[in-house]
């Protein structure tokens, strides 16, 4: 609807119109994406050393995936692990400074 309002006023050639479908299509049109992180949320240490790091605390243990998780927040990789007695936890490892939390 507002785009044939926008295309109505630019096809009438008013002035007031122009400045009004600048706004309109302004108003629309969402801000281009920012993919820049900043080097805080830029993990700093590796999947491999997030695994390393899991096999150390938790002996005996396999480890069945790894994913790095990004958020609002710093990025951590949530680590599936299988312990000797068959039982499957998520362990997880803070991507900047390599503490281990549960």
Not at 4 to 16: D, F, I, K, Q, R
Not at 47 to 69: D, E, H, M, T, W
């Amino acid at each position: 609807m507002r785009r044939l309002l926008v295309l109505a006023l630019l096809l009438l050639g008013t002035s007031p119109g122009l400045a009004q479908a600048d706004f309109l299509l302004a108003a629309r049109t969402p801000p281009p994406a920012n993919n820049i992180r900043s080097d805080t949320q830029r993990p700093r240490i590796s999947n491999q050393q997030a695994a390393s790091k899991i096999k150390r605390s938790v002996p005996g243990s396999k480890i069945l995936s790894i994913k790095l998780i990004r958020s609002k927040g710093p990025p951590v990789y949530r680590v599936k692990t299988l312990s000797g007695d068959g039982v499957v936890k998520f362990v997880f490892v803070d991507g900047i400074n390599g503490e281990i939390f549960k």
